[in-house]
Every structure is written in structure tokens, then in C-alpha cells.
């Protein structure tokens, strides 16, 4: 019966991640939000989401309640809640990163990407749990790195692919951010239900988080803004020429294009902002450039709460459901050692590529194949389970 639980639990959380990735990726789409432009930056949907995650965590708790659960049980104690505080933390900058990265390319080119960390599992539960590090598990890592390294393999052979297929270093960085949250998550929520109370559920623990990742979003939205007014990080005093061609003037229509045009001197190598403008005109010029997300790093924060466009809300709303379902079931199942079920929550990624080929994005051979091969080499990782009894950790509190 422990198994069949596990197995559904699994499976669940495959469609909640699966959809996760397609509903952020259509919410940062101007097809799927009324043919605008998004204007909704990966900050305020990530707060949007946090909040639906919020609410719905909320009413399942209300209901717990209702049915009898004795309120006590809603507190994890201070140990449980610190690690779920850096949980919170890296949750949020997780999350930015993910609806950063759906703005630009398509899931089935970084999804893969961003579970690299699940190749380590093993070896961070023989550290952390003296668990046995077997063949399967480097198998399975070497089919990980043959299926990433798959769609790559034009470049590699000295290939001319399209430019569109493949990462550049921006998504790079923000894979290894992602890497480095959500393996430091699967760790921490082993911990965290090893050192929560007996008898506090998932639900108490997801409330929890989320209150927590409201806290830390709200707060980064107030004040990374605030910096990057302080920094001047929208009125730069020079930016080379190719880069204010292409990311401020092509972006513009014309009587913002000649209003910036007014303001910047164009010499051999950049362009450069006339010295002692008013004050209204640099806050205008600030405007511009904030609304073409010129520097990209505080463009991830910028925007009201309550944007012009509602479209990409109602998919992050929608984002916020399925990731309360996936965080409930990984709260659920973290009494098991990370290593031992985390990989097969990824077999949606062999999917992926066919899904997006319905969406009409171009997907290549070697792109299906290299999501094949790394969703097998997660899942031979822990293939030997019979062989393996699954046990769960023992909490420190029974």
C-alpha cells in the first residue's frame, strides 16, 4: 500500500510540475494574453502566484480545522520553521527565475536544465543519511549527462543550428540559481518534516512556507525598485551602441524613440546622456527605460501589483493551484529519502517536447531524444527498489 500511495503521489505531482511549466511559459506568451504585451514582470507574477499558493494552502488548513484537527498541530516548532524560512527564501528567487526564463524561451529547451541537481541526490543522501550510493545511481547520472548534452550535439559537431535552440548565457546563470534553490529545497524539506512535531501535517507546512515567501516577495518588490532608483540604474550616463539600438530604440514607438533620442548623444562607441537635465525629464527617461527592462536584474522586480494587463495573472493564479497540489505532495512524501522518489517526479520531462510540438514551437530530433535519455537516467537511479526497501527517515519528535 506504501508503494501504490508513493506511486500515485508521484504521478500527481508529474501533472502539477508539467503544468507548472506550460501555464508559466503561456502567461509570459502576448498570443495566450490578449495579444498584448505581457507587461507583467517575473516579480509581480511570482507574487500573484504566492499568493494563490497562499490562499488555497489556507482553505485546505480552514478545512482541516473544521474537520476536527486540533490547532496545535498547526505549529511545526522553531527548528522546522527556520528551515522552512530558507525554503521561503530560495523559493522566491526560484520562482522569479522561472517566470524569467519562459519569457524567453521555450520549456522544453531549459526544463531539462534545471534538474541537474537530481544527478547529486545520491551522493548528498549517502552524506546527509548514509544511504547506499549503487550502479544504478551512476547509470543513471551518466544517462543525465548524455541526455543534456544530446541537443547539443550540432554545435558540438561543428553544425550551424538556429540560434533559437539553444541557451545563451543569461539563461546559463539563471539554470545554475535555479540548480542550486531547488536541490537546497529537496534537502530542507527532508529536514523539515524530520524536525516539525508530531502530528503537524502537509498542509500546516505549505501554510507556513508561503507565508513566509508573501513576506520575502512583498518585501522585494518594495525595495529593489527603491535601489535601483538610489543606483540610477534606469538612467545610465552611457550605454555602447549596439546595446541602446537594440534593447531601448527597437523597443520604442517613435515619440519615445525621439523624446531618448533628444536626451542621448550618439558618439563613435555609445550613446551618452546630456549633463543637468530637469528632474522631470530624467524621470521620464527612467520610465523608458524600465518599461523596455533596459537593466534586466531590477526590471525582474518593477510594475505595479495590479497591472494593466489581467491575462498573465489568471495563468499565474492557475500556476498557483497546481503548485500548491506539487508542494503539498512533496511535504507528503519527504519522510522518504530525496534520492529514493524525487527523480521520478521529473517524467514529464520526456513529455514536454511533444506537448510544446502542439503548441507549434519548433522542436528538434535531438531535443526529444535528450529529454528521453535524461528522464531514463532519473529513473534508473532508483530502479533497484525491490531490492532497496524505501524507509522513511525517522522523525526526531516521535
Known sequence: MELILLFLWVMIINGGLGGQYI??????????????????????????????????????????????????YLWPGSVALITIMICAFTGVIEN???????????????????????????????????ASIRKEHWIGVLLVVLGLAIPHAPRIFGGNPDPNTFLDSTAIIWIIIINLCLGSQQILNNK???????????????????????LFITSALIIFPLVGSFLRANIPDQVPVNKFETRVLAKLDEPKKEFILTHYVKTETSYQLKKELPAVVEKKIEKIFISVEYHRFFAL???SIFPNNWWPILFVIAAGLTGYI????????????????????????????????????????????????????????????????????????E
Open 96 to 130: 522569479i527565475g522561472f517566470f524569467y526564463l519562459p519569457r524567453y524561451y521555450s520549456p522544453h529547451l531549459f526544463a531539462p536544465y534545471v534538474n541537474i541537481y537530481l544527478a547529486f541526490l545520491p551522493f548528498f543522501g549517502k552524506f546527509m543519511f548514509n
Open 326 to 397: 506539487y508542494s503539498f505532495g512533496f511535504f507528503k512524501l519527504s519522510k522518504f529519502s530525496a534520492h529514493l522518489w524525487v527523480p521520478y517526479t521529473n517524467v514529464w520531462l520526456a513529455l514536454l517536447p511533444f506537448i510544446m510540438l502542439l503548441f507549434g514551437k519548433d522542436v528538434t530530433t535531438y531535443q526529444i531524444i535528450g529529454a528521453i535519455v535524461v528522464t531514463a537516467g532519473l529513473v534508473v537511479g532508483v530502479s533497484d527498489y525491490k531490492r532497496n526497501k524505501i524507509e522513511a527517515i525517522k522523525n526526531t519528535h
Open 301 to 303: 522586480f518593477e510594475g
Open 192 to 214: 523539515t518534516v524530520q524536525t516539525a512535531f508530531s502530528g503537524v501535517g502537509p498542509n500546516a507546512l505549505v501554510l507556513w512556507r508561503e507565508i513566509w515567501k508573501m
Open 23 to 72: 501555464l508559466n511559459w503561456m502567461g509570459n506568451q502576448p498570443e495566450y494574453v490578449g495579444n498584448k504585451a505581457v507587461g507583467v514582470s517575473p516579480g509581480v507574477m511570482t507574487w500573484w502566484r504566492e499568493l494563490s499558493k497562499l490562499l488555497w494552502a489556507a482553505i485546505a488548513v480552514v478545512v482541516e480545522v473544521i474537520r476536527g484537527k486540533e490547532i496545535k
